[in-house]
């Protein structure tokens, strides 16, 4: 008996000894989780996400209280990613190839889908201040591709997640507010915070894994107004290439008013996966090699493709479309300044002259004084393109009122600017717009 006590006695601490490196680790050895981002390093990250609950539309004076609109949604996100500026220990600018991005949505009974174009499937990502502003260096980005990468989690932003110093099993700490923001898409916090808590470190997947809880609510307000977000999961950090593995996250997204009273509420998870240190040739040197991986006027265009309405073309940045309203799509500019460009069968389209006196008598009828006139003259270089200009004087205000007609196969169209001031860059920008309009169907003339 004696004799079978000690040989298991000794069985026991051989496997002990043999199992000693998979028990999690003791809660008096401290470790370190930091991911340290250098340039040129490699990434596959994929995402998913699925949502669901109601909103309830706002109560106009007078009428009675709406109903609630269900909405569920789901995404499914897939890339890999190479960095390529990190400056003090922060990820500024990467570049993904994207070979998933899709998102679909149901608000009510009205499916909405969204996805990138193969076309402009690789993007370079900066990130500044919390703001993200992508670019693909292969042709220009509609707003909805730019708000799709807009509102991708940033993961080198999680790092945040983890602890400043070496902690213990049992140890928690506040996840930093920049994390907190890529989580939430919060533009302002107003109040709470988000703690994590380090559970255990064991392998997993035949790796050194430390395990951490988070769970907070956090209130504030981003483009949908005031909400709180109470977020709850976990997540993984690769001890062996120090890197966020895996991340876990539910979520209730409560949208208020300004009272501070729920007026919808969704419920959400977002599930995270990432490799660290990975080949990707088509992110490698040799495939980069006369890429522009920095922004410039053209690799920032905004690409508007309407084809119910009938028209294409590319606008810079700091101006947005504001409306699309019958044949009409106006444009505003960040100072101030508004297009608005008009669709017309080809035989209702005036030439760049008859478009002038029309202006000018329209603007006169106004009131509107105008000190000097360009004549209408075809633009160098582009068929079918006529221009002319009037400087005009209202209320004390001067404004340069810029006007081109555009005469194609399917259609004709105006573009009639107003700008506040005479910079000869903007007037590039309205003169770039209606060089690159494309009607792109058949405009009917409707008499």
Known sequence: MTTLLTRCGRAVIVLAAILGSTLPASAEE???????????????????????????????????????????????IDYDERLLTVEEGQVRKTIRLYSRMDFARTLGDRPQDSSLRPAVHRLVVMRQNGTKAPFSPDGPLTWGEIDLARTDVFTPALSGMLPDHAVRLGDRWTVSTDAVRELTDMERIDEGKIECRLEEVAPKDGRRQARVTFAGTVRGSNEDGPNRQQLDGWLLFDMESNHLSYLYLKGVHSLLDQDGKEMGRVEGRYVLSRKADIASQ??????????????????????????????????????????????????????????????????????????????????????????????????????????????????????????????????????????????????????????????????????
């Open 282 to 447: 088509k992110l490698g040197d040799e495939a980069l090699k006369g890429v522009t991986l920095e922004p410039n006027a053209e690799n920032t265009l905004l690409l508007y493709d309407n084809p119910d309405f009938g028209v294409r073309f590319l606008f810079p940045r700091r101006w947005h479309v504001a409306g699309v309203h019958g044949s009409q799509v106006a444009l505003d500019g960040a100072d101030g300044s508004g297009l608005l460009i008009t669709l017309d069968a080809p035989a209702r389209t005036p030439t760049g002259e008859q478009f002038l006196k029309e202006s000018r008598d329209w603007l006169e009828s106004k009131k509107v004084k105008v000190l000097r006139a360009e004549a209408a003259r075809p633009v160098t270089g582009a068929a079918g393109l006529e221009h002319f200009a009037l400087e005009t004087e209202a209320a004390d205000q001067k404004a340069v009122m810029d006007y081109y007609v555009v005469h194609q196969a399917n259609g004709g169209a105006t573009l009639a600017a107003r700008l506040l001031s005479a910079d000869v860059e903007v007037r590039k920008e309205v003169e770039g717009i209606a060089r690159g309009l494309t009607i792109t169907k058949k405009i009917a003339d409707h008499k």
């Open 30 to 76: 401290p470790v370190k989780l930091e991911e340290s981002f250098r340039a040129d390093r490699v990434y596959r990250v994929s995402t998913r996400v699925d949502l669901a609950g109601s909103l309830t539309p706002p109560t106009e004076k007078g009428k009675p209280a709406p109903k609630p609109v269900s909405v569920k949604g789901d995404s499914a």
